[in-house]
């Protein structure tokens, strides 16, 4: 080894105990029952934070570096900030990007959460029309329809939005949305959830989509 080269890394040692531990964990933090008061953004976050911290542990039990483990730690630290709506840490600030269209991403969340309100009401048993119908109360939900060119009902505005994200033609944004209420409707399969529990999911829901369409400025 030559004078200025870096000591070798001792050998990472990794415990069946520690690996099945970390394994029973994730486990728990991503297939347990979220509250039915959650949105579900939030709750996303705080999983991923839980996992991060979880993981952090584990890589530096398992000598991997403690420098590593520090980076897992500080992406879930900034994660958890998000959740609890502190200022954002700067390596999770996007690239500003000149003469992008504005709101294109604010207004497909919109519309994703509109349409995943749709889809717990007709899991808690109304007709997908009746489940449109309902989401198409909320009158906010309107400012995220198209301007500058005609455009009909609510209704037919959420079903052209449904169609576009379960396709994948929207923005990648509103399919990572649709996909994550996707995996809490087959959780509360599993866990047999009554026709009341995915109600009030989907009304939650519901007012999560009201309360950002009424930040677009449009």
Not at 112 to 139: D, M, N
Request: charged share 30%; net charge positive.
């Amino acid at each position: 080894m030559k004078p200025d080269d870096p000591a070798p890394e001792p050998p990472a040692v990794f415990m069946f105990a520690d690996l099945d531990a970390l394994a029973n964990e994730l486990r728990v933090i991503f297939r347990c029952q979220s509250g039915v008061e959650d949105d579900p953004v939030t709750a996303l976050q705080t999983r991923y934070g839980a996992a991060l911290v979880l993981i952090a542990k584990f890589i530096e039990r398992s000598g991997i570096g403690a420098d590593i483990a520090e980076h897992f730690a500080r992406l879930a630290s900034a994660i958890l900030d998000l959740k609890d709506g502190r200022e954002q840490a700067e390596f999770l600030k996007p690239k500003t990007v000149k003469y992008r269209a504005p709101l294109a991403t604010d207004l497909w969340a919109v519309r994703a959460y509109a349409v995943c309100a749709v889809e717990w009401f007709k899991r808690s048993g109304l007709r997908l029309p009746e489940a449109y119908a309902r989401v198409a109360q909320k009158r906010d939900l309107a400012r995220a329809q198209d301007r500058g060119r005609r455009v009909g009902s609510l209704k037919s505005s959420l079903k052209t939005w449904r169609d576009a994200i379960r396709m994948g033609r929207a923005d990648p944004v509103a399919c990572r949305i649709w996909q994550q209420n996707n995996a809490h409707i087959e959780i509360s399969k599993e866990l047999r959830w009554s026709p009341q529990q995915v109600e009030v999911r989907g009304a939650d829901i519901l007012k999560t989509a009201a309360a950002e369409a009424q930040k677009l400025n449009r």
